[in-house]
């Protein structure tokens, strides 16, 4: 294909299907060679599944065009590649440390949370006790709740809870000195948007309104370049997360390189309609 022609949204998402389906198999082999603890080996393997798993499903909605939604589940990859890159990129005790908070302890405060938001369903809603039984379950025994407050006092749990928010993540990796996670502190921009969407506040809604009034050529064009953005993003998280993956196992990251270098057609595309949407939105005043 001509290198100066703009090639279809729905095309270049599954070119990044293919690229990130390579990548992650290409960081499941460099797994077989970490000489990790087991619990950090586990959870950071759990996590990195998941952010494939959800990759791929936004990779299909913008195959369909469908840019919001395809930013709310970028969101939930880069929150999920930022969470196992900060248990990986660092000493090992730091790691044993990181994986226990995130897959042990966060979910045990978690538990606290549903189980009280349970016990008001089961208390307060009229039903017949079989249809209430799922969500009985849910509610935790008072000697239970009360071991887990006195092992996690409530300044402890915000704290934790503070440590492991995306945003404070960003925040260390701008300050770590390390220049590979410096750069995912610009994400915080794209994520705040991605929050207006999911809670469908005002800010979130008049977005979507107001590309809704906008000519068709802006519209087309900034949509186009909205999904290309995403599509980008998800390589980028899955690629920073795989990279992190080669350091740990000790792998050069020629592979790596290598792979993008592959997929060129596919950045250069996705870089396109950018282009193309700047050009519309700022160069042409016809538009």
Same mark, same amino acid.
């Given at each position: 294909? #001509?290198?100066?022609?703009?090639?279809?949204?729905?095309?270049?998402a599954?070119?990044?299907?293919?690229?990130?389906?390579?990548?992650?198999?290409?960081?499941? $082999?460099?797994?077989?060679?970490?000489?990790?603890?087991? $619990?950090?080996?586990?959870?950071?393997?759990?996590?990195?599944?998941?952010?494939?798993?959800?990759?791929?499903?936004?990779?299909l909605?913008?195959?369909?065009?469908?840019?919001?939604?395809?930013?709310?589940?970028? !969101?939930?990859?880069?929150?999920?590649?930022?969470?196992?890159?900060?248990?990986? %990129?660092?000493?090992?005790?730091?790691? *044993? +440390?990181?994986?226990?908070?995130?897959?042990?302890?966060?979910?045990?405060?978690?538990?606290?949370?549903?189980? %009280?938001?349970?016990?008001?369903?089961?208390? *307060?809603?009229?039903?017949?006790?079989?249809?209430?039984?799922?969500?009985?379950?849910?509610?935790?025994?008072?000697?239970?709740?009360y071991?887990?407050?006195?092992?996690? =006092?409530?300044?402890? !749990?915000?704290?934790?809870?503070?440590?492991?928010?995306?945003?404070? &993540?960003? !925040?260390?990796?701008?300050?770590?000195?390390?220049?590979?996670? #410096?750069?995912?502190? =610009?994400?915080?921009?794209?994520?705040?948007?991605? $929050?207006?969407?999911?809670?469908?506040? =005002?800010?979130?809604?008049?977005?979507?309104?107001?590309?809704?009034?906008?000519?068709?050529?802006? !519209?087309?064009?900034?949509?186009?370049?909205?999904?290309?953005?995403c599509?980008?993003d998800?390589?980028?998280?899955?690629?920073?997360?795989? =990279?992190?993956?080669?350091?740990?196992?000790?792998?050069?990251?020629?592979?790596?390189?290598?792979?993008?270098?592959?997929?060129?057609?596919?950045?250069?595309? &996705?870089?396109?309609?950018?282009?193309?949407?700047?050009?519309? +939105?700022?160069?042409?005043?016809?538009?």
């Amino acid at each position: 294909m #001509n290198q100066n022609e703009n090639i279809e949204v729905g095309l270049l998402a599954a070119m990044a299907s293919d690229y990130i389906n390579e990548l992650f198999h290409k960081g499941l $082999s460099a797994y077989d060679q970490l000489s990790l603890k087991e $619990s950090v080996h586990f959870v950071t393997r759990q996590i990195y599944l998941s952010c494939e798993i959800t990759a791929e499903s936004t990779l299909l909605l913008a195959k369909y065009e469908r840019d919001w939604d395809s930013e709310i589940l970028v !969101r939930s990859v880069s929150e999920g590649c930022i969470k196992g890159i900060y248990i990986l %990129e660092c000493d090992e005790d730091t790691q *044993n +440390e990181r994986a226990e908070e995130y897959w042990s302890i966060l979910p045990e405060i978690s538990e606290l949370r549903q189980s %009280e938001r349970a016990a008001w369903l089961v208390g *307060n809603l009229e039903s017949d006790i079989e249809s209430m039984k799922p969500i009985e379950d849910i509610v935790i025994p008072d000697s239970e709740i009360y071991r887990i407050k006195e092992v996690h =006092g409530k300044q402890k !749990r915000k704290m934790l809870e503070q440590k492991w928010s995306f945003m404070e &993540l960003l !925040r260390y990796f701008q300050t770590s000195g390390n220049k590979r996670l #410096n750069a995912l502190a =610009g994400l915080a921009y794209n994520y705040g948007i991605s $929050s207006n969407l999911v809670h469908k506040d =005002g800010t979130g809604v008049a977005l979507m309104s107001e590309r809704i009034t906008r000519s068709d050529i802006r !519209r087309i064009a900034i949509s186009k370049a909205h999904i290309s953005r995403c599509i980008s993003d998800v390589c980028t998280f899955m690629d920073v997360f795989t =990279g992190s993956i080669f350091i740990a196992s000790k792998i050069g990251k020629d592979g790596l390189v290598n792979l993008r270098e592959k997929y060129k057609s596919l950045f250069i595309g &996705l870089s396109k309609h950018y282009d193309n949407f700047y050009a519309i +939105e700022y160069d042409d005043n016809s538009a």
